[in-house]
């Protein structure tokens, strides 16, 4: 791989960004511009990949280095993208060893822009990216936050842990980002609703959030408008995406209902319900902690049914989401072989729930629950007919692959480039 560095403040970030790729096993040449050396020396950069560096197209002349470079590299990756970075990757000059990597390259290329707000928006910059995604580069949309000084807005390094996962899926599966979903405006919920019981304690369950995230991640690295409803989550903001806190399956159920009429008054373009949500609440809950009392034994819980909020998002009306994807955590009926109940479930709830898609994961055993990986198959309802479609089968792997296939499902349904999975396997 290699790790491409443009000269601005957010360098210092790409140091980490260096140490999660190598601690995944990958080898890291880093390519720095020649600004980039005055905020992060060679000797940083040669310490923590293990190879020289350098950004002069005369180092190492006998190994032909600003050829081979490119022409060895599985993957490449450019952080920060500086204005000036995407300005001459664009118009292909090269100047430097980075720039004429990026001309001799045909691996993949993920960029990663950097820059002050005014920077960021310029007409110029913004042909830029827009030449650079023509051109089948991925460019990721900055984060927005505090840049240098007391400047803030959008411009700010993505976190090395989202372009780490970006960078992972990109090797795994080279067609993984296309700019496909441009002008579509897309809703994630993720993470597990909390049902209180009194002030300290709740109904709840496992779910983290990171498989809503990643798809949040990977819809908005693909161009759409992403809103992630987040309940319960403790994780980094995905780049270019806004996020709106939730507790309760009722706020929840209250927040996507809102969130899928868009700005306009019209329905978004898709609904992602990941986020696990309590079948039940408390009928009255206690507005102080529940003591435990002597002899008298464990009180009686009075429960209430939660709302059905992947239903009534599916139900037909002016404000549906053109496509509107579920997901169904199921662990089988207790055969010897659980895969055939677990699909036999999930075909039932996607009757039952009306939606487009249905992903379909095993969670017994402690998979997909906090874990950084998962496997899944996803049901698709084949038109009018009550006919369920085996779509794709995603093998276990990280959860980024599994979100890369759901958003293929979405891009194939709206008419988008998504390409097409191969392989129904169901085992």
Known sequence: MVLGVGGGIA??????????????????????????????????????SGHPVSADTFFDVPAVTHVATGQQADLVVIAPATADVLARAATGQADDLLTATLLVTRAPVLMAP????????????????????????????PAVGRLTGADSG???????????????????????????????RVVVSAGGTREPLDPVRYLGNRSSGRQGWAIALVAAARGADVTLVAANVDLVEPPGVRVRQVG??????????????????????????????????????????????????????GLVENPDILAALSRPGPDRAAVVVGFAAETGDGTADPTTSVLDFGRDKLRRKGCDVLVVNR???????????????????????????????VPLGPKSVLAAAVVDALSRRLGGSGPTLGGTDAR
């Open 154 to 184: 959008p411009g700010r390094l993505p976190e090395p842990e989202h372009l780490a996962q970006l960078a992972d899926l990109l090797l795994r599966r080279a067609d993984a980002l296309p700019f496909d979903l441009a002008g579509r």
């Open 114 to 141: 950097a820059m002050h707000t005014e920077m960021w928006t310029h007409p110029a910059t913004v042909d830029n990216v827009a030449t650079l995604r023509r051109r089948g580069v991925v460019v990721v949309d």
């Open 248 to 301: 309760t399956a009722l706020e929840l159920h209250e927040a996507m209902l809102e969130t899928t009429v868009g700005a306009d008054g019209g329905p978004v373009d898709a609904v992602v319900m990941t986020a696990a949500v309590a079948d039940f609440r408390p009928m009255d809950p206690s507005a102080v902690k529940i003591k435990k009392a002597a002899g008298q034994g464990p009180p009686t819980i």
């Open 11 to 48: 360098a210092y970030k790409a140091c980490d960004l260096l140490r999660r790729l190598r601690a995944d096993g990958h080898d890291v040449v880093v390519v720095p511009t020649r600004a980039a050396l005055d905020f992060v020396g060679a000797p940083t950069w040669e310490a923590l």
């Open 363 to 393: 969670v017994d055993a402690g998979r997909a629950f906090g874990r950084p990986d998962n496997a899944a198959w996803l049901l698709a309802a084949a038109g009018a007919t009550d006919d369920i479609e085996l779509e794709a089968s």
